[in-house]
């Protein structure tokens, strides 16, 4: 299918938003069962086949295992244990308050108790309201749906393949559910002295040095889908560093700023794939230079660290 085909937030704005709070409700629920890991890495979804998932929740205690994925293709959602038990449920037709309830009930019915701490939306305009009184979300486009599942999954192999280049500690490509993007951060190891007045959840993401890069769908502060990167925290002079291709821009965005190609303008490009990357790159570098990262250190082109083998085309285990 075509690289990056058009995605309009206009053309699915309420499936979106219907969408963003059941993929917060599971999320919440992978939060609440999964066992943590730093900057908050086991909170998030990974890409399947099909859609995305939790991975496996629980403990190796004898409790419970299980896992909930999203099938984008036939769009249901699974919830199923490791010993071959599993329920499933269509995700059209359901309002988020109705969506909260099959979840439940399908936990229950395979012995699985997992509870949220805070059962509403997180960083939404009704965060105020608990998801089971949400009857207003209840818009479910099949086809928008698949489309956001396969630009994901596009993204995400963009993202692998930026990924690659870095051999100092990396997250994992993973799309978050509280901002409904897909990302993957390289982080330094300078620590961040956070001060206890700013939150839990960004002492922890912000710890160290980092340079993240990602894509979103866009929502009502930048209403158009976009390729991202940022430095935090923000060297001086940042915004006045070259970007590639042209059409790459440094936004204003909460006191410092984001490195942007607009979705739009990477599908007119000659070759989205190496605009992306280009861009993607000279974020990057632009970010690790005035920050003062040893780029050289942690280079590995192609994913090669091995000093004999690098730069070889082929590689033959």
Not at 28 to 38: C, D, H, P, S, T
Not at 80 to 88: F, L, Y
Not at 165 to 177: A, C, Q
Request: glycine share 8%; aromatic share 12%.
């Amino acid at each position: 299918m075509e690289l990056f085909p058009a995605m309009p937030l206009a053309a699915w704005q309420d499936t979106k938003a219907t969408l963003h709070r059941f993929t917060q409700i599971i999320g919440k629920l992978r939060l609440a069962g999964g066992i943590r890991r730093n900057h908050w890495w086991h909170v998030p979804f990974h890409l399947t086949g099909r859609g995305i998932t939790t991975r496996p929740i629980g403990r190796a205690d004898g409790g419970p295992v299980f896992t909930v994925d999203f099938d984008f293709v036939a769009h249901r959602l699974i919830v199923a244990t490791i010993d071959g038990r599993q329920i499933a449920f269509p995700l059209y037709g359901q309002s988020v308050a109705s969506f909260h309830r099959e979840t439940m009930r399908a936990l229950d019915a395979l012995g699985v108790s997992v509870e949220m701490e805070l059962p509403q939306p997180f960083d939404l305009p009704d965060s105020g309201r608990p998801f089971a009184d949400d009857t207003e979300h209840a818009a479910y486009d099949p086809a928008c749906v698949t489309r956001y599942w396969q630009v994901l999954s596009q993204v995400n192999l963009l993202l692998e393949e930026f990924a690659a280049g870095y051999s100092g500690k990396i997250s994992p490509v993973h799309h978050f559910w509280h901002t409904f993007d897909i990302a993957c951060t390289r982080f330094s190891d300078r620590v961040v002295d956070q001060p206890s007045s700013v939150d839990p959840v960004t002492r922890e993401a912000y710890s160290r040095e980092v340079i993240s890069s990602g894509f979103w769908f866009g929502d009502d502060t930048f209403p158009e889908p976009a390729f991202y990167s940022y430095t935090a925290p923000e060297p001086p002079g940042l915004p006045d560093e070259p970007l590639a291709p042209a059409a790459a821009q440094w936004a204003p965005q909460r006191g410092s700023h984001l490195a942007v190609l607009r979705y739009a303008d990477a599908r007119a490009e000659q070759s989205p794939r190496e605009a992306v990357l280009a861009f993607y790159q000279s974020a990057y570098e632009a970010g690790a230079r005035l920050a003062g990262w040893d780029t050289e250190a942690v280079a590995c082109p192609g994913g090669v660290t091995d000093p004999v083998r690098k730069g070889e085309e082929k590689l033959t285990p």
